[in-house]
């Protein structure tokens, strides 16, 4: 059974920087695309940042462009872990950041309990 078990989220002034972490347990996940969403109050979820595997040993990295700059996403495949380090933190980045872990061919879609995020001004 695959489980998501986030960490890292908590309160911050502007300008502030958090780690997430997420670990993932219940197979391997290196040929899986692992990235974060977010959600603030009254909107929808979005996405914020991925990175999946593109072949040659590398995996690439893309972001939503309101975090380009600011916000670095990369994965430790022996620990199943994917991180999401954001710097410069604004409040508009105030949210519920969920893990997400898919993998499209295999029809697999996985996500995390959330964990908040709260960037004081």
């Known amino acids: 059974q695959v489980q998501l078990v986030e960490s890292g989220g908590g309160l911050v002034q502007a300008g502030g920087s958090l780690r997430l972490s997420c670990v993932a347990s219940?197979?391997?996940?290196?040929?899986?695309?692992m990235g974060w969403f977010r959600q603030a109050p009254g909107k929808e979820r979005e996405f914020v940042a991925t990175?999946?595997?593109?072949?040659?040993?590398?995996?690439?990295?893309d972001y939503i462009d309101s975090v380009k700059g600011r916000f670095t996403i990369f994965r430790d495949n022996v620990k199943n872990t994917v991180y999401l380090q954001m710097n410069s933190l604004k409040p508009e980045d105030t949210a519920v950041y969920y893990c997400?872990?898919?993998?499209?061919?295999?029809?697999?879609?996985?996500w995390g309990q959330g964990t908040q995020v709260t960037v004081s001004s």
């Open positions: 997400n872990v898919r993998h499209s061919d295999y029809g697999e879609n996985y």
């Open positions: 219940g197979r391997t996940f290196s040929n899986y695309a």
């Open positions: 990175t999946r595997w593109s072949g040659h040993s590398t995996y690439y990295a």
